[in-house]
């Protein structure tokens, strides 16, 4: 490939979310999976509960995600039954039972687009089977336009302790070419009322580079989301993985590459984002994360990242969810069908696992925390035994060389120019068996 092709946003995902890659997970490792399931947890290790919503009111022309556009309410309600069953065998498990959860994450899909009637009643029955009185965190992801003043009371009075609104942009035109289902009225509305509501943190999620997108554009949505104040703000590129509506309509073109005119380049994007950061900073944020910004470093925390990148538990439940529990790797099917009928058997849905051996996981952390702009050497000391600046020190050169990152005492620093592109060049430490395979 030429370098200018590689510029070019071609088909596929970039985003590295764990280690080793998605393809390494087998259907033949599900017994790994249940044994780690069946054992006690490691003293000290937090767990937390992710539960997939998967609905949305219209799929984004850009999204890959196991959503569903087309379900009716008895539907949802089979579903949420699904959920809550799932939740029940998890919190009858060696490894979960009586441990408290450390954090909590609602994502989607759309979990707006449940019902305040909906959303009250899991809430209240997840609660009983797993206890989260004193979690750190409960995250609740939103589409704009299907929160109404009283959703918001509900998820504030159901102890929502971090909302995050799914904007992307700011522009009706681009809103639309891409597919979203809201509008920027609406944006508005729904961010006034989370703000009188006082929710302890309100993160705001972009993404550079939607179809259409200029820098004049641009620089309106980052003085916009400025002028809005939000607790934290989440800055993503734009990809163009397989199996969106762009992919096929692309596909359909001919080329595995986009027309330039509609989709900026990848130097483009990373313009963005950088302008985006300086803005930010200028107006008083500080860098929490390679995508990340945040008002208040004292005050505004992200523990489902942060204790994921650490090596926490967490029970993924809902269709093609994620999850890793005791050193094990774990997704469930990803199809409605076949999830559903999985608990009405009293099983869990299990699609396919991973055990991860040591050195996977000090991988794993290493690539993960990078993401935070900083890896400390007595971390992984004192959890892995390892000296990674020495252990990587080659990897750690070539990337200091190309201006990715800073090299101090035990520490490594990623520049600003390392913090765009972290992504691009997290491959470099995966083993020889994963560089170049399909990452999902
Ligand atoms: S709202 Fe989110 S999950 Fe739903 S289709 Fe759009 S990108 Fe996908």
């Known amino acids: 490939m030429t370098d200018s092709a590689q510029e070019k946003t071609g088909l596929g995902n970039y985003f590295v979310a764990n280690y080793p890659p998605f393809s390494a997970w087998q259907a033949s490792h599900l017994p790994a999976a249940h044994a780690a399931l069946n054992a006690p947890p490691k003293p000290g290790t937090p767990l937390g509960l992710y539960l997939h919503i998967p609905f949305c009111r219209k799929r984004c022309k850009f999204c890959y995600f196991r959503v569903y556009t087309d379900k009716n309410a008895r539907d949802v309600e089979v579903y949420l039954g699904a959920l809550l069953k799932e939740v029940e065998l998890y919190s009858k498990t060696p490894a979960v039972k009586g441990r408290p959860l450390h954090f909590v994450y609602?994502?989607?899909?759309?979990?707006?687009?449940?019902?305040?009637?909906?959303?009250?009643?899991?809430?209240?029955?997840?609660?009983?089977?797993?206890?989260?009185?004193?979690?750190?965190?409960?995250?609740?992801?939103?589409?704009?336009?299907?929160?109404?003043?009283?959703?918001?009371?509900?998820?504030?009075?159901?102890?929502?302790?971090?909302?995050?609104?799914?904007?992307?942009?700011?522009?009706?035109?681009?809103?639309?070419?891409?597919?979203?289902?809201?509008?920027?009225?609406?944006?508005?509305?729904?961010?006034?009322?989370?703000?009188?509501?006082?929710?302890?943190?309100?993160?705001?999620?972009?993404?550079?580079?939607?179809?259409?997108?200029?820098?004049?554009?641009?620089?309106?949505?980052?003085?916009?989301?400025?002028?809005?104040?939000?607790?934290?703000?989440?800055?993503?590129?734009?990809?163009?993985?397989?199996?969106?509506?762009?992919?096929?309509?692309?596909?359909?073109?001919?080329?595995?590459?986009?027309?330039?005119?509609?989709?900026?380049?990848?130097?483009?994007?990373?313009?963005?984002?950088?302008?985006?950061?300086?803005?930010?900073?200028?107006?008083?944020?500080?860098?929490?994360?390679?995508?990340?910004?945040?008002?208040?470093?004292?005050?505004?925390?992200?523990?489902?990242?942060?204790?994921?990148?650490?090596?926490?538990?967490?029970?993924?439940?809902?269709?093609?969810?994620?999850?890793?529990?005791?050193?094990?790797?774990?997704?469930?099917v990803a199809s409605w069908e076949k999830y559903v009928e999985a608990l009405e058997r009293g099983e869990l849905p299990l699609g396919r696992a991973l055990p991860v051996a040591p050195r996977q996981m000090l991988l794993r952390e290493l690539m993960l925390q990078l993401k935070t702009g900083r890896l400390h050497g007595r971390y992984f000391h004192e959890k892995f035994a390892a000296d990674i600046l020495k252990d990587f020190s080659n990897e750690f050169d070539s990337l200091r060389r190309d201006g990715y990152v800073r090299l101090h005492d035990d520490d490594v620093e990623l520049t600003r120019r390392g913090l765009l592109q972290v992504d691009t060049f997290l491959p470099v430490f995966f083993e020889p068996e994963y560089r170049g395979t399909r990452y999902t």
């Not at 916009?224 to 990809?239: C, G, H, N, R």
Request: hydrophobic content about 40%.
């Open 106 to 332: 609602f994502g989607g899909g759309t979990p707006s687009y449940l019902s305040a009637g909906q959303l009250r009643g899991l809430f209240e029955k997840v609660q009983e089977l797993l206890p989260w009185s004193n979690t750190d965190e409960v995250t609740f992801e939103c589409e704009p336009g299907t929160l109404q003043q009283h959703k918001l009371e509900t998820l504030k009075d159901l102890g929502v302790s971090r909302l995050s609104l799914g904007i992307e942009n700011f522009d009706d035109a681009i809103l639309e070419a891409n597919g979203r289902a809201h509008l920027s009225a609406e944006i508005f509305r729904a961010y006034g009322w989370a703000r009188d509501l006082r929710f302890p943190q309100i993160n705001i999620d972009l993404i550079a580079g939607m179809v259409g997108e200029t820098w004049n554009n641009w620089r309106e949505c980052v003085r916009k989301t400025i002028d809005l104040a939000p607790d934290s703000v989440t800055v993503y590129q734009m990809e163009l993985p397989f199996n969106t509506v762009f992919s096929k309509e692309l596909q359909v073109i001919g080329q595995h590459t986009v027309d330039p005119a509609q989709v900026a380049d990848w130097p483009t994007k990373r313009a963005w984002v950088d302008y985006a950061f300086d803005e930010f900073l200028k107006a008083g944020y500080s860098q929490s994360s390679a995508y990340t910004v945040v008002k208040d470093a004292a005050r505004t925390k992200f523990f489902y990242r942060d204790s994921l990148w650490h090596g926490a538990d967490m029970l993924g439940t809902g269709v093609a969810s994620f999850g890793h529990v005791g050193g094990v790797h774990m997704q469930n």
